[in-house]
């Protein structure tokens, strides 16, 4: 086996950097807000692998019985190279993939990229002691602005699994999706998992499970800036919001002030108030339906060559090509 390669784009610092910005630009408007990637330090990420195991958590066990189901055909269908797998966190529905792509097929290289350097650094040596004739290089990097990045050379399929793609709104949806078109080569392709629209009375649970996971993991965001910023939130005085907007049909979480408070952040020098009642909006995490999902992909240079679905039709996954 050779030992894998880790290429590091984003440091802590520049990660501090960052949440400074998103900080100062959310908790100053009108209405609040905060970006989902910061809620994934390691309890955040943590508490997002407890969220998979929920019962009302649908998404992820979906998700990964419909790849079980389908890996074969997509292997076939992509006959891919070099498996680029953004946002690959802990690396667990990837070996599905490296199996089905590496068995007979052409795989050599494995990218996965993700903006934890330790999570990205543990699950590149498992899948690297795991299929020792693949050449495994981690690149830690933000997914929305260092595609560029990415390694050239051998037919390349980019993996963006999870229903991830549902934390962008739709303008950062299409820069995101040209953002890949653009780094890709004619004929190589983009494999993309997305929940699709489905009965609120099972979407909106999966959100707000009663154990109240997915409400500790909401409020993590303000553990996160009280270490990294050094802020004063009371995370326990914020209640859990979960709703489906239908309109936009997507789940918009937020965090609601049980009391008036005055909130410092010292790293930025900025107090902030929240009137009792008052909502922050951290994250949307839309569903799609297939028609609407295409249409995006095509808006952005793809075509899609196969789309497939569990038997519910709760999720789907998307092979598109350049
Ligand atoms: C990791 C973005 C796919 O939107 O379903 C889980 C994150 N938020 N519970 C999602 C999440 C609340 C999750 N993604």
Partial sequence: MTAPTLEIHLTDDDLTEALRADARRGLTATPKWLPPKWFYDARGSELFEAITELPEYYPTRTE????????????????????????????????LLLSALSAGGPLKTYVPQDVSESALRGAAAEIAAEFPGLAVHGVVSDFTDTLHNLPRGGRRMIAFLGGTIGNL???????????????????????????????????????????????????????????????????DAFAHIALWDTDNEWIEMRLEAGRDMTVTVADLDLTVRFARGEQLRTEISAKFRIDGLTAELAAAGFATEHVWTDPDARFALILAER
């Fill in 64 to 95: 990964r019985a419909l790849l079980e189901r389908v890996v074969g055909e997509i292997a076939e269908i992509a006959r891919a190279e070099v498996l680029v797998e953004l946002g690959a966190g802990s690396a667990a529905k990837t070996r």
């Fill in 169 to 235: 709104v739709p303008a950062e949806r299409a820069e995101f999706l040209t953002g890949i078109q653009r780094v890709l080569e004619p004929g190589e392709q983009l494999l993309l998992g997305a929940g699709l629209v489905i009965d609120p009375a099972v979407l909106v649970p999966a959100y707000d499970d009663a154990a109240g996971v997915t409400a500790e993991f909401n409020r993590n965001v303000l553990h996160v800036l009280n270490s990294r910023l050094h802020a004063d939130f009371d995370p």
